[in-house]
């Protein structure tokens, strides 16, 4: 929402930035993008308009809310009892499977598994890469593809998904939760004035209360809030190609990305998925390899990537992105820089212990 009501701003900003000369064009490349290549911009010069790149990233990304959208209604006794569902494997086929054991919040995890795709609670394998839920609920859609509206939504998938926590209706999920002790009384506790509180919707409306106390701003944060040394100049370096390339285009705003669809191959094809993404829920053939752009917070944290995992390290992960959507052979010098910048998107959210 908000990134789209700065749609006007960024556009009057890009042309001052354009005509201070800092948006280079695309250079097309003749090689593969794992070549390594010549320096392909020079900017050690343009670092000297560092006051404008500040004002970009302002506009283009934005400071970490400090309240995620949507917690008005949250109390501290809906956030226990999503808290405490999180980490129930009750709620999976064989007792086997809770949403914590596939995005991991505690030793410092970074709120995703380590695994390419993660095994279900039936031992068989989706065909996605596990996001972080860490700070997920600032973006526009949940999903690679989108298909949840919001946080709530999005927590009914996985417990009926047949691959994931494999329950098969509502009334199993609360069946299970009936059983076990003191739910009914935190459900109470949790829906004050609600006549049925032990209920599927207030399950999901839990454990998004919950998932809204993730929020985790980085250093980069303190930047933006004024304090131009939170990042070293090799980091800054790297905020400025993240601008100057054009990444900042599709994973913009507070998420650095996370909020627009994109294609994967849109300046040069990329062959590395046959998932076709937003499609299998529009079914319009432009929808084909078309994903929401993930968010890059905490990026450095979650390896591997893509949709399936299939890309193992985040210089290889910013290699493809230049080549496929920007045309953009980069220098090793440009990897190092643009990672530097991507690490200081780092952040924990309040610390989370498991619940007994
Ligand atoms: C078996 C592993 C597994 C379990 C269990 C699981 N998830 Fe996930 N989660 C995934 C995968 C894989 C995706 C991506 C699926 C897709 O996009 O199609 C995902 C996506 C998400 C997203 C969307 C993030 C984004 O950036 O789009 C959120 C939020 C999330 N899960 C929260 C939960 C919650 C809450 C639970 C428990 C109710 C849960 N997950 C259980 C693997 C799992
Ligand atoms: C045209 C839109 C677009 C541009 C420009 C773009 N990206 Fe991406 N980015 C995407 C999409 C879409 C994906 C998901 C690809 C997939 O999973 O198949 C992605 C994935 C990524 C990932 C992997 C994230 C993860 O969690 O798996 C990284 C890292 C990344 N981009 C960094 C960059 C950098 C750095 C640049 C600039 C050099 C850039 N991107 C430019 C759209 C874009």
């Not at 343009?46 to 949250?74: C, H, T, V």
């Amino acid at each position: 929402m908000r990134y789209r009501l700065l749609a006007g701003a960024i556009s009057l900003a890009f042309l001052l930035a354009a005509a201070a000369g800092l948006v280079p064009g695309h250079g097309a490349s003749p090689e593969g993008p794992l070549a390594s290549g010549h320096s392909s911009l020079h900017v050690q010069e343009k670092l000297m308009n560092w006051d404008i790149i500040f004002l970009q990233a302002r506009i283009y990304l934005g400071r970490l809310p400090a309240i995620m959208p949507g917690s008005e209604a949250d109390t501290p006794e809906r956030v226990a009892l999503g808290k405490k569902l999180y980490f129930d494997r009750c709620i999976s086929i064989n007792k086997n499977k809770s949403c914590h054991d596939c995005h991991l919040l505690t030793q410092g995890r970074a709120g995703a598994d380590v695994t390419p795709t993660s095994q279900g609670a039936t031992g068989i394998s989706g065909k996605r890469n596990a996001p972080t839920v860490i700070n997920a609920g600032f973006q526009f859609t949940q999903f690679w593809d989108g298909r949840a509206h919001d946080l709530m939504e999005q927590a009914k998938g996985p417990i009926l998904n047949p691959i994931e926590m494999a329950l098969r209706t509502p009334e199993e999920v609360i069946g299970c939760l009936r059983k076990e002790k003191g739910y009914f009384e935190a459900f109470r506790r949790a829906f004050p004035g609600d006549s049925d509180p032990v209920s599927f919707d207030n399950l999901a409306r839990a454990i998004a209360a919950f998932e809204r106390t993730l929020v985790a701003p980085g250093r980069f944060d303190r930047l933006l809030d004024g304090q131009k040394n939170a990042l070293s100049s090799q980091e800054k370096r790297g905020l400025t190609k993240f601008i100057q390339y054009h990444c900042v285009e599709c994973h913009g705003g507070v998420t650095v990305g996370g909020q627009l669809y994109k294609i994967i191959g849109l300046r040069r094809p990329y062959s590395g998925t046959d998932d076709l993404g937003r499609y299998e829920i529009t079914q319009k053939v432009e929808d084909r390899f078309v994903f929401k752009v993930p968010m890059l917070r905490n990026v450095t944290r979650t390896a591997p990537y893509f949709n399936a995992g299939q890309v193992f390290t985040l210089e290889e992960a910013v290699t493809l992105m230049a080549w496929h959507q920007l045309d953009r052979r980069l220098t090793a010098g440009d990897i190092t820089d643009l990672i530097a910048f991507l690490r200081t998107l780092e952040g924990n959210p309040p610390r989370v212990e498991e619940p007994h």
